[in-house]
């Protein structure tokens, strides 16, 4: 009975969290600074709750939200230490997710089998037919890690030669140059 009592809670709590993460939005406080400050909003066709183990799993259309971090799976397990949420691990048919490092600045995507958010550290984890993409450069291995805060990115396991990275780097696009004279 006390199980249930905390997950409806715990369900009551998250649809107030909507509402906020909604009018954040529209105020256009989802810039990266403030990521880690926002609640995480999980959208989801079922949702259980263990409370022996501190983890609950979503399955089915999975979306979370926190701040401009978005991650769309087929399946997110949360962990949990001392009621706040420590790692998520999400799996799918290549999730995928999306950050806005800073107001203005292009949207940094990706996508891998597997995926692990550290919340209070920042940083994400893509693991097996990973790629992370800005703007016209993308980089893909099977192992990628990506600091939130700092947007640094880092592609490929120190302890295997055998794994490669791929990096592709686009030319800045050229500006057509100025007409020269006014043609007289």
Not at 25 to 31: K, N, R
Not at 94 to 99: G, M, T
């Amino acid at each position: 009975m006390k199980q249930n009592k905390n997950f409806r809670r715990r369900m009551l709590r998250g649809s107030g969290y909507c509402l906020l993460l909604l009018a954040l939005y529209s105020a256009g406080a989802c810039a990266l600074e403030s990521d880690g400050d926002q609640p995480i909003v999980i959208d989801s066709n079922t949702a259980t709750y263990d409370d022996v183990k501190a983890t609950s799993t979503y399955t089915g259309n999975v979306i979370s939200i926190q701040g401009s971090i978005r991650v769309n799976s087929d399946k997110l397990v949360v962990y949990f230490i001392d009621g706040e949420a420590d790692k998520m691990v999400f799996t799918g048919n290549l999730a995928k997710f999306k950050q806005t490092p800073n107001e203005g600045d292009q949207d940094i995507t990706g996508e891998a089998l597997t995926g692990e958010y550290y919340p209070k550290k920042n940083l994400l984890i893509l693991i097996d037919k990973a790629t992370v993409w800005q703007g016209s450069g993308a980089y893909s291995s099977d192992f990628i890690e990506y600091d939130l805060k700092t947007s640094l990115v880092k592609a490929g396991e120190k302890e295997s030669a055998g794994k490669r990275v791929h990096v592709v780097l686009q030319p800045k696009a050229k500006e057509p140059s100025a007409a020269k004279g006014d043609g007289k």
